[in-house]
């Protein structure tokens, strides 16, 4: 399993494709080479889906929930997928289709419900491997999504047979309990017991706790990531999880792909059902663009959004153990899911292109007057733009601005790093650094992940820009990629950092003397 999944996932990143369509094509390959899901297997991807939620959790503003765009949109959507997708199977029954012959309006109800869910797991690795989860709509997908999390869950203990322990009413001790997890954080340090540290308040304070009284462990990781978001550690915390999730994440893409195996009635109904997805998507840009967002916004978010859900699967499974779903439609789901992240994959790494062409057409769509975070970044009067404000990028900034005398705009999408910089009445905004509509000074890209700086050089040169552009890099083999699209200057990050060093130091020496 593991050498076909780096060996189908390397194939994938050679052709310039998200690897986890690789590990996608090397569960198909198991299947039908008859390999099974394995108890060890399921625990591997069940471990990946917790620490991801958890992850999330630690990067959520609870704030972000409660905006109209998010909530709104999660429920006007699932309400509105729900009729359409029921009606949908509806008409195809009428037709006279095998597989619906027998649903009658509880299951295709059901039906409607699980297929209404788009994928968290799916949008999240997009997102950070384009360096925006922290982007407006990077946040309001990723809270529509934990908005269906919630929904989910709700459904999943209304459907159990059974209600949560009486000890659930015990977890709100953890609101004052977070503020010893947040104290202890600070003690840990940044080595292995963060790890250690990290995996135990994901999985035994998190997952453990809340399954033990009753309550779905999956949402008690993403809580407990919640209550600790606002502490200025948990980038490291993070960071340190990441490679573990990584890992852990291959399992669950291998578990799609070893699902079971359909016959060709089932293989029919999934490919149905991934042509009634375009409509899903386009019911998510519907009702996300009455909340007065940009069509940039509402593109990029309805496109990290379109595909089925592994929460979808789960509800299926469930309605399929009451006895109100057939056992088949949990393989025709988990087809139709498999494929949505095959199709949404390219569709999501081409999402500017995709931009760019329906810019036009879906212009009268916009309103006249823009939500306030959401309108386009303007960059006039001013001689430099730093794209990331974390310590390197606010370190470029104040250089530019005290030594060179420039007018300087910092630009970040996280609302945490600009807060500094707003109370020193530093001219700063948020922004979303890869945003296509923008663009026109000197550019100093210093975002912490490689693919951000990419993706903003990309939309740079496309436009003509005519000005001086430096970049970051974190490793060395990154430095030809961003010169071959243009950088005129790179700079590896622990190179410049040690003969900063050594300059200062000598020149501390040096006024000693």
Known sequence: MIALAFAAGMAAHLLRLPPLLGFLAAGFALNALGFERTPTLDAIANLGVTLLLFTIGLKLDIRTLMRGEVWGSATLHIVGSTLFMAGALFILKTLGLAMTANLGWTALVLLGFALSFSSTVFAVKVLEERSEMGSLYGRIAVGILVMQDVFAVLFMSATSGSLPSIWALSLVLLWPAAKLMKALLDKVGHGDLQVLYAAFLALVVGYGLFEAVGVKGDLGALVVGMMLASHASTVGLAKSLFHLKELFLVGFFLSVGLGALPDLAMVVMALLLLLLLPIKSALYYLVLMRFKLRTRTGVLSTLALTNYSEFGLIVAAIASTAGWLSPEWLVVI?????????????????????????????????????????????????????????????????????????????????????????????????????????????????????????????????RAFAGHIAAIVSYPDEVATLRELGADEVFHIYDEAGTAFADDALAGANRQV
């Open 334 to 462: 988990s087809l139709a899911l498999a494929g949505s992240f095959v199709l949404a994959a390219p569709l999501n790494a081409a999402g500017e292109r995709v931009y760019a062409r329906l810019k036009q057409p879906l212009a009268g769509l916009e309103a006249s007057t823009l939500m306030a975070d959401d309108r386009p970044m303007a960059i006039e009067q001013v001689d430099a733009v730093v794209l990331g404000l974390g310590q390197i990028g606010s370190g470029a900034y104040l250089r530019l601005i005290d030594s060179h005398g420039l007018r300087v705009l910092g630009v970040d999408n996280n609302v945490k790093k600009l807060a500094a910089h707003r109370a020193a009445n530093r001219n700063v905004m948020e922004g979303d650094a890869v945003d296509s509509d923008f663009w026109d000074k000197l550019v100093l890209l210093a975002m912490p992940g490689h693919a951000g700086n990419v993706y903003a050089l990309q939309q740079l040169r496309k």
